[in-house]
């Protein structure tokens, strides 16, 4: 069965540098969330897409922005980066409407910031 | 405050017996749904288990289920004959807002349990 697909899988950035996180979500999901989960912590929430509308805003900085496209992939932009975006970041999908609502998560995305 | 709560920062269990992971949680919402997932050393979080806070009976996945004690806000995880490879961090996770399984809503973590499973 599909899963969700980020890419890439890892990352390594300088301070200051920009990143772009990708998710393409399970086929026919239509939320996308994104999570943020520090060396030794919990998955903190940052967004989440309905119908590539934003549905949701957790502890996101305003240094990022993210989108869901037309085909239902997102995209997590992060600018200015501080050592303290180090993380791992991962992205889940879900289908409105089924038994539970599921959240099915990516792989995560690792971000190293030197 | 902090919503989801799990007290035991790490556990130790013998292969082949049970062990209980903690859970508990505080809202306000009548509708929201509990959740087990799994984090082995590779970072991947695997679903394990839900519980929606009308169901009657207590969640089961093969060797998981969930000890609903809603009066108490608990939604203790048990893992029933445990394998070498439960060796991870478990989360409970809630989400506010769950009505028959329509929900936008995001996921709150626990900080989370390291269970080691000895031989």
């Known amino acids: 069965a599909a899963g969700v697909i980020q890419s890439p899988r890892h990352l390594i950035k300088e301070k200051r540098e920009t990143a772009t996180l990708k998710c393409y979500p399970i086929p026919r999901h239509d939320t996308v969330y994104w999570y943020q989960q520090g060396p030794g912590q919990d998955p903190q929430f940052l967004i989440s897409f309905y119908e590539k509308m934003q549905s949701d805003k957790g502890s996101i900085p305003d240094r990022f922005s993210a989108q869901q496209f037309s085909d239902y992939h997102s995209e997590l932009n992060m600018s200015s980066l501080e050592l303290g975006d180090s993380a791992l970041y991962f992205c889940?999908?879900?289908?409105?409407?089924?038994?539970?609502?599921?959240?099915?998560f990516g792989p995560g995305t690792r971000l190293t910031v030197l | 405050a902090q919503k989801i709560t799990q007290t035991q920062p790490g556990m130790f269990v013998q292969e082949k017996e049970a062990v209980t992971l903690d859970c508990t949680y505080d809202t306000s919402d009548p509708s929201y749904g509990l959740f087990w997932y799994k984090q082995p050393s590779s970072g991947e979080m695997i679903f394990l288990i839900y519980?929606?806070?009308?169901?009657?009976q207590n969640a089961t996945e093969g060797r998981y289920s969930l000890n609903f004690q809603k009066a108490r806000k608990s939604a203790n995880l048990v893992i029933s004959a445990s394998q070498l490879g439960d060796s991870a961090m478990y989360f409970c996770a809630m989400r506010e807002g769950d009505a028959g399984g329509t929900s936008y809503g995001k996921l709150t973590f626990g900080q989370g349990t390291i269970l080691t499973v000895h031989p």
């Open positions: 519980q929606g806070s009308y169901d009657q």
């Open positions: 889940a999908s879900s289908l409105q409407g089924l038994s539970y609502n599921e959240q099915f």
